[in-house]
């Protein structure tokens, strides 16, 4: 398997514009989660869904970040207008439930997008 | 709510020489632990795992780590480093009310001097 792909890899763009990240998640994963990464806050979980659908979305900053999940191989993350401190590295995961719990599950994670909002 | 604590922001290590790094959890029931590795530019890798079981679990890359319930710790060991060991490395929490949702220490940043 390819494992959970991420496009872009990096972005850059100017305050005001909307950023949007994609993720593919391995195949016949069921979970999907979206991470931000930053100096200050460390790695932080921002939403995931199960089985397409939003479970938790707690950890979304503002307003201005949404994410979707149209199928079960795609994912997107978007921030409209973009703010300098929104730049970070954001990275997608996915799982699957193993055997005997909920929680004994372990998560694959891409390789992330950096941003970088001007 | 679970937190996880790692105390060592930074830490230098000559290769060839043993690493450990320290994890420290908060947590009401039995935690489901991990270790992943980013290396530069690069995504997380998972190290190890515990789940239940013999509390000293092996990984890979060399790399091992011990629970103990009574110090709440789950330490990172290498016997011996290597240059390609240079990384971040974080201890993750997983399970309880919280449900699927990892929860990430702070990481600690190794850095191997030749």
């Known amino acids: 398997d390819a494992g959970v792909i991420q496009s872009p890899r990096h972005e850059v763009t100017e305050m005001g514009q909307e950023v949007t990240l994609r993720c593919k998640p391995i195949s016949g994963h069921d979970y999907l989660f979206w991470y931000r990464q930053t100096m200050m806050r460390g790695l932080e979980l921002l939403i995931y869904f199960n089985n397409n659908v939003p479970i938790d979305d707690s950890g979304m900053p503002e307003d201005r970040f949404s994410a979707k999940m149209p199928n079960a191989s795609f994912s997107t993350l978007k921030i409209q207008p973009s703010e300098p401190r929104d730049s970070a590295v954001y990275f997608c995961?996915?799982?699957?439930?193993?055997?005997?719990?909920?929680?004994?599950?372990?998560?694959?994670f891409g390789a992330g997008t950096r941003l970088s909002v001007l | 709510a679970q937190s996880v604590t790692q105390p060592d922001i930074h830490i230098t290590v000559s290769e060839g020489a043993s690493l450990e790094l320290r994890c420290n959890y908060s947590y009401g029931a039995t935690p489901y632990l991990f270790w992943y590795v980013q290396s530069p530019g690069q995504g997380l890798q998972l190290l190890l795992k515990y789940f239940s079981g013999d509390t000293l679990v092996q990984g890979i890359k060399g790399f091992e780590a011990e629970f103990k319930r009574s110090q709440s710790s789950f330490n990172l060991r290498k016997p011996s480093v290597h240059w390609s060991d240079a990384a971040e490395y974080f201890c993750?929490?997983?399970?309880?009310?919280?449900?699927?949702?990892?929860?990430f220490g702070g990481g600690t940043r190794v850095l191997v001097k030749p």
């Open positions: 993750a929490v997983v399970g309880g009310a919280a449900g699927n949702k990892l929860t």
């Open positions: 995961a996915s799982t699957t439930i193993a055997g005997g719990g909920s929680a004994k599950t372990i998560q694959y």
